[in-house]
């Protein structure tokens, strides 16, 4: 099983970026999926989750309004749309595939009780 991670980049303040993790080896219809992120020196940060069939999705009050998470099961491909980004949402994003419904809709899991997780994509925001 692989999740690969891509679009992260260096961006200014106020700009956006498009996240995607795209799978392989996996039935990814089935997994319930998360975006996880861990800034420089801290532990990981729970973003947003999604259902397995995109019906329900979740966010961290920390980037409401402003992420928004959806998927392509035609496409096994995940994405996360980060608008207005600020220097706090500086961190390496994960993508984790999940058949327990609490490690997608809120911050209760530890990477170890995920299925499946992507090797990361690094997000800088600076000016």
């Known amino acids: 099983v692989q999740l690969v991670e891509s679009g992260g980049g260096l961006v200014q303040p106020g700009g956006s970026l498009r996240l995607s993790c795209a799978a392989s080896?996996?039935?990814?219809?089935?997994?319930?999926l998360s975006w996880v992120r861990q800034a420089p020196g801290k532990g990981l940060e729970w973003v947003s989750g999604?259902?397995?069939?995109?019906?329900?999705?979740y966010y961290a009050d920390s980037v409401k309004a402003r992420f928004t998470i959806s998927r392509d099961n035609a496409k096994n491909t995940l994405y996360l749309q980060m608008n207005s980004l600020k220097p706090e949402d500086t961190a390496v994003y994960y993508c984790?595939?999940?058949?327990?419904?609490?490690?997608?809709?809120?911050?209760?899991?530890?990477?170890?009780?995920?299925?499946?997780w992507g090797q990361g994509t690094q997000v800088t925001v600076s000016s």
């Open positions: 080896r996996i039935t990814f219809s089935l997994y319930r």
């Open positions: 984790a595939a999940t058949t327990r419904y609490e490690c997608y809709s809120g911050p209760s899991c530890r990477r170890s009780e995920y299925n499946y």
């Open positions: 999604i259902s397995s069939d995109g019906s329900r999705a």
